[in-house]
């Protein structure tokens, strides 16, 4: 999996936002909050690291469930996916 699209992660006024730019401006108007978990996959993806390596990347870095952890990342990945954010490798 990785990311479609150049973005910038920037904090401004304590909160952590994606914003698009050069030619992905011009095709995805808007920006992207992003939470510690959010922000710790968003980090994962533009890594090039796996689903289970992101996976275990949150559980390492945040006290919860390993079934809380796969649905948060799945839900993540899924709303990336819904506005053609997420490229997925064959």
């Known amino acids: 999996m990785k990311l ?3 973005f910038l992660i920037r904090e401004v006024a304590g909160e952590i936002i994606v914003v698009p730019v050069n030619q992905t401006a011009l095709s995805f ?13 968003w980090n994962g ?3 090039g690291k796996t ?5 275990k ?4 870095e945040f006290e919860v469930s390993r079934e809380e952890a796969s649905a ?3 839900d993540f ?3 990336l996916r ?9």
């Open 57 to 60: 990347r949150i559980l390492e």
């Open 45 to 47: 993806l533009q890594a």
């Open 82 to 90: 819904e506005n053609d954010l997420l490229e997925d490798e064959t």
């Open 77 to 79: 990945l899924h709303q």
């Open 72 to 74: 948060d990342l799945d």
């Open 51 to 55: 689903r289970d390596e992101i996976l």
């Open 29 to 41: 108007n808007g920006m992207i909050c992003l939470n510690a978990v959010s922000q710790e996959i």
């Open 4 to 6: 479609k699209g150049e």
